[in-house]
């Protein structure tokens, strides 16, 4: 089975628990304000189907895999025969999936896509469906996380089928109807409870637990989050629309702008590669400030030798007086 055929047949499993999640959320008289809405769910529904119509289309853009490439360039092979390889491939895999979805957030070109998950103000399971499409530097870019995975020896189809594995299990996570879990599976994998901290757009969460399958490298590497407030699901910026075509390329058209207004080439790359926010002018403030607090202290002469800045203001605002 091919990691496109696990995807497909996927689909009638997502409709059935979008369902149950549904009626759940609509029994329950306490639910969540930001749980559904027809429009957002509508939206996320044709934003996936558009991804998968025009797959051929970024196919044809890129016709290459560098993950292919590096498989078959690697003098490792590891056998895809022993059950070994597979449960260290899931954690391989995954460990990459950390550094892709990282930069997802840090770097704005990658954002361009990756917003669109994150751009709805409510969370459901049809979130998990909401996938940027036909965004096809973005997605090379992105495949690049894994090529060391191929490097290793494992096979480039082991590496397609587990990186579905793997966005599969992350599917049920987006839901607010399943609470936390025991304290050891909280501590290893990655969660309902976890995943929806990461959707929050309020800052103690901006940025946190990347991980897909397990949290233990967001706990490794410094990016975990617990839940302390309330979430606010979303962007910074709501975008204020459900159009697919405005959700899929509105960060796009954003970063297109912010390049052509740019007034050098460092504020042009940094509007392609610095984390999403990153101005032109904050980093030509900082560069000012910086300038300034590393310039050399001019020594100034009082009447007992050299004196400090500082010093120097003071017996400046002293001489009327002396002079009187």
Known sequence: MTHQ??????????????????????????????????????????TYLLGQLTKPIGQLIVPFSAIVLAAGATPL????????????????????YYWAHRADHRIRLQWTAHNVHHSSTYFNLSTAIRLSWLNPIAATVRSLFWVPAALLGFPAWMIFLL??????YQFPLHTQRIGTLWNPIEFIFNTPAHHRIHHGSNQPYLD???????????????????????????????????????????EFAAMLRDIRHADTWRGRLGYIF???????????????????????????????????????????????????
């Open 5 to 46: 055929e696990l995807a497909l047949y996927a689909v009638p499993a997502f409709v059935l628990l979008m369902l149950v999640e549904w009626i759940g959320n609509r029994r329950d008289p306490q639910r969540a304000a930001n749980g559904f809405s027809g429009r957002d769910t509508a939206s996320n529904w044709t």
């Open 77 to 96: 092979h590891l056998p895809a025969n022993r059950w070994w390889a597979w449960l260290l491939g899931l954690v391989v895999t995954d460990f990459c």
């Open 163 to 168: 990186i579905s594995i793997g966005l599969l």
């Open 208 to 250: 946190r637990n990347y991980g897909g399958i397990l949290i233990i490298w967001d706990r490794m590497f410094g990016s975990f989050a617990p839940l302390t407030e309330p979430i606010t699901y979303g962007i910074t910026h709501d975008i204020g629309t459900d159009n697919p075509l405005r959700v899929n390329y509105h």
């Open 274 to 324: 610095a984390p999403p926010g990153w101005t032109e002018s904050s980093t030509a403030a900082s560069s000012a400030s910086a300038s300034s607090a590393s310039a050399p202290l001019r020594r100034v002469h009082g009447p007992h030798g050299p004196v400090l800045p500082s010093s120097a203001q003071s017996l400046r605002s002293l001489a009327p007086s002396v002079q009187d």
